[in-house]
């Protein structure tokens, strides 16, 4: 079985809450197109449906956003309302390379930095298949390079867990200061999409399935090599060097399979690494505001970023 020589964490002592399994009841998979020719319409449908939960957290939160640019790259900067850390966080949102926006990805990232109090930075970085990799990675690359001057961490979900991943590859590469800590949610860190997951989970995970990803990473790599570490950071070479990292996940995720395998590959290394696994929840399940295991997850999150901050700087 997957997690039987894993140290992983079950947070929820295997018990998915009721509006979990509400969600579970009244969300039947459905097949999402995204074929090339799909995608704008599939942008502005997702980016609709989550403005009211967007608009929720910002008011719950309140935390204010604005536009800025770092490096030439357009950023969505999220700032708490309250003292403020002396850290920054950049986050990378996720949408498989294809889809997602830095606004889309505040039902998490406002939270995170209300409860942090750290100023949060979100690259809007250029999507794939106008702009297939490595555009990602280099807009993201330039974002960083200007925030790793000064103490932050570095969070990602799903693509953007990936890129986070990638980030950390291509800086270590670089001789570029690493984020004192990163916190990786279901991250998509193999583009081979192998994993046993993707198919023991395929129509079990209400949000994406086999089929999705697929098309997300034949738009992303393009003629390139999915191995590429660069590409799938999963095959990258890590080191003790790394920063701890918090991985999150749910037994109904997609992905699942790659957490786990990722968690295994940077132990390996010697990272230290905290794997957290939901039972009875989907891939980035963090994303729904309506679930209080998301906030309780996010708040663990923010925990781990403040306590490996702290400790790292003194």
Sequence with gaps: MLLENSEFLLTNQGKPSLEALKILSESPQAEVDRSAEKLPELRAKTKSSIEPAVERAIIATQVSIKTVSIAGVECLEVLPNGPAADWTILYCFGGGF????????????APLCAVTGAKIIIPNYRLAPEHPWPAAVDDGFSVYQELSKQPFALV???AGGNLALSLMLRANEGRLNLP??????????????????Q????G???????QGSKAAARHYVGDNDPHDPLISPINGTFSEGFPPCMITTGTRDLLLSQAVRLAAVLRNAGVQVDLHVWEGLWHVFEWDDRLPEAKKSIGEIALFLNDNLSAGRE
């Design 98 to 109: 294809v889809q997602g926006s830095p606004f889309e990805d505040l039902t998490i990232a």
């Design 199 to 202: 198919e023991f989970n395929n």
């Design 156 to 158: 990602g979900e799903s």
């Design 180 to 197: 004192h800590a990163a916190a990786l949610l279901s991250p998509w860190c193999d583009l081979s999409n192998s994993g046993d997951s």
């Design 204 to 210: 079990r995970d209400p949000t994406l399935t086999t």
